[in-house]
Nanobody, 118 residues
Framework: QVQLMESGGGSVQAGGSLKLSCDSSTYMFTRCSMGWYRQFPGKEREVVATISAFGPITYADSVKGRFTISYDDGKKTLDLQMSSLESEDTAVYYC????????????WGQGTSVTVAS
């Protein structure tokens, strides 16, 4: 059974940094993509950044230049380094991992809350 476990959320002042990590040791990241998503209160979950097993990385326009996604193959963790945080980044952040023949299903973590105080 695949389990994803996020950590690293918390509160930070605007302009500060946080690093989120997702323990994905039960997931075989050999194909498909993994990613970070976030959800604002009352809104749909949205993609923040994704990384393919083959390398390509994508970012939402709102976080380009501020956030960096990476995968540590040794630790089997998916990380999201967040810098220059803004109050608009306040959300619950979720780790996700695709699965299925066409990579059109996702496993989800339980989420970690990030609060940025202005």
């Amino acid at each position: 059974q695949v389990q994803l476990m996020e950590s690293g959320g918390g509160s930070v002042q605007a302009g500060g940094s946080l690093k989120l990590s997702c323990d994905s040791s039960t997931y075989m990241f050999t194909r498909c993509s993994m990613g970070w998503y976030r959800q604002f209160p009352g809104k749909e979950r949205e993609v923040v950044a994704t990384i393919s097993a083959f390398g390509p990385i994508t970012y939402a326009d709102s976080v380009k230049g501020r956030f960096t996604i990476s995968y540590d193959d040794g630790k089997k963790t998916l990380d999201l380094q967040m810098s220059s945080l803004e109050s608009e980044d306040t959300a619950v952040y979720y780790c996700a991992a695709e699965w299925g023949l066409e990579c059109n299903n996702r496993y989800w973590g339980q989420g970690t809350s990030v609060t940025v105080a202005s």
